[in-house]
Each structure stands twice: as C-alpha cells, then as structure tokens.
C-alpha cells in the first residue's frame, strides 16, 4: 500500500517533513507522510513560496483515496494514492501548487547517509543546500503557523 509508495516517508512528523521540504527548496516538491494526529491518515505536504501546505489523505470504506484541498474544490476520489497524485501534478487542482519535484525515499536515504558521515550538517558539496535550509526552515515553521484558516487548508498538525 502506502509503502511501495516513493514519496511516503512514515511517520517522520510535521517538522520533519517540513524539513525535508525545505532541504529540496523547489516550489512544488512534495512528500507523504503520517498524520502526526490522526491514525489511519496520511498527509501530503508541497512547498510553495518557503511555506508547507499539507492535505489529510483518506481512504474512504470503499478503499478509494481523497485529500482534503481548499474549500468549494470538489473533492475527487482515486483507487491509488499514484492516481491521485498524477491528478494534483497539474494546476487549478485545489492545491497551494501543483505536485512538481517527488522528494522520495531514496534521496531521504541518501541524505541520512550524509548526514551521518558529515555529523550534523549536510556534506561540503551541498553547502549552498545548507545556507538556503537555514533562511527557509525557520521561515517555513512560522508560516505553518501564521497562515489564515482559510489557507489552512485542512493542515495535518
């Protein structure tokens, strides 16, 4: 199910994910997570202008997939989570921005791997990766928080 999916990260948290975002730094790069909050619920966050959006993804009884996407968008139903994100990778969908750059579970891989050779910070060919993470995730963080509820969204916590 979800864990054939390249995207899905596990249950990582809201600030790790958030992290994770703003390490790609790409407008539109997306992962899915675990909701932090509720069971059974996955979420699906995309950067857009240094601020995460996230959406509740949810399995109905039927085993079809929705996300919760801005108010008066209808809301659409996909038999795989790769369906529906096919769906969002093009605008006017109900997202912030459309699903554009896959952060995926190898590259979560690999940069775990380089954090742990280079301690806490990121490997020296990634430095300029670096200076950006430490503008945008502040930044990110504060304008999960900050957003109007009608921004919201639906935002897994």
Not at 7 to 17: N, R
Request: hydrophobic share 30%; charged share 20%; with cysteine.
């Amino acid at each position: 199910m979800m864990e054939n999916l390249a995207v899905y990260h596990g249950p990582i948290g809201k600030e790790e994910g958030e992290r994770r975002l703003a390490q790609d730094g790409r407008d539109g790069c997306y992962l899915v997570r675990n909701s932090d909050s509720v069971s059974d619920v996955f979420c699906l966050c995309v950067l857009c202008k240094g601020f995460v959006y996230t959406y509740r993804l949810q399995k109905d009884a039927a085993g079809s997939w929705a996300a919760d996407t801005s108010p008066g968008v209808q809301k659409r139903y996909f038999r795989q989570v790769k369906n529906l994100i096919a769906a969002f990778q093009k605008p006017q969908q109900g997202l912030a921005m459309p699903l554009l750059y896959p952060v995926t579970a190898q590259v979560r891989a690999q940069t775990h791997t380089e954090q742990h050779m280079a301690g806490d910070s990121l490997s020296p060919t990634n430095s300029s990766q670096n200076s950006y993470l430490q503008q945008q995730s502040p930044k990110a963080a504060k304008g999960q928080k900050n957003r109007k509820k009608t921004e919201a969204m639906q935002a897994c916590r």
